[in-house]
């Protein structure tokens, strides 16, 4: 089985403001949330945990499997999605004109990165990847898979299993620590 599950709260999602890239750690409330993920969670099995380099991504993989014998291996390709010189501003929806806007609102129309951000296309190829040669294989083998990452790479891998148009990108709401039990759709393994 594949789990996903995205990282604890950071002060700058507590501020609204856009994370991407930049390496922020989680907060006092993020690592109570991880805490409270682990307690809720610990029936779930892993065999292995799958984590984005980011720091927030790491403490709460550390901490939601602290106690386990669950191996944590670093992807780079787990990474959260750049969004460039809109780092570190406040969420999009604050300003009418920003950019972003297209890809919170419409992501099918966001075609064309920001400056020094990453485009859908290229979120979609490296995470596809990943499943193809890494997730796929293990569960092929029975293994429980589980990835710690971010909201938008998280969505990526939720609208290629579940085969969901651009357009569904944030359907899923991925929460903050929050788990969400995945099935690898057959037309992915062709």
Not at 70 to 87: H, K, N, Q, T
Not at 154 to 175: H, Q, T, Y
Request: glycine share 8%; proline share 4%.
């Amino acid at each position: 089985m594949l789990y996903i599950i995205r990282h604890g709260q950071t002060d700058w999602n507590a501020l609204k403001k856009l994370q991407g890239r930049t390496n922020i750690p989680l907060n006092e409330k993020g690592r109570e949330m991880a805490r409270h993920a682990r307690d809720e969670y610990k029936d779930v099995h892993f065999d292995v945990c799958y984590c984005s380099p980011l720091d927030r991504a790491r403490e709460t993989a550390d901490i939601l499997l602290s106690g386990r014998d669950v191996p944590i291996i670093i992807d780079e390709r787990l990474i959260e999605m750049s969004f460039g010189v809109y780092e570190g501003k406040p969420y999009s929806f604050e300003n009418a004109d920003c950019e972003m806007n297209t890809f919170f609102c419409t992501p099918e129309k966001y075609t064309h990165p920001v400056e020094g951000g990453e485009s859908i296309d290229e979120l979609f190829a490296r995470t596809g990847e990943f499943l193809k040669n890494v997730v796929e294989p293990q569960l092929a083998d029975g293994k429980d898979v589980l990835i710690v990452g971010h909201g938008a790479m998280n969505s990526s891998i939720v609208c290629r299993i579940k085969g969901l148009p651009v357009k569904d990108f944030w359907s899923a709401g991925i929460e903050n620590c929050k788990l969400m039990q995945l099935t690898i759709n057959e037309s992915l393994r062709s």
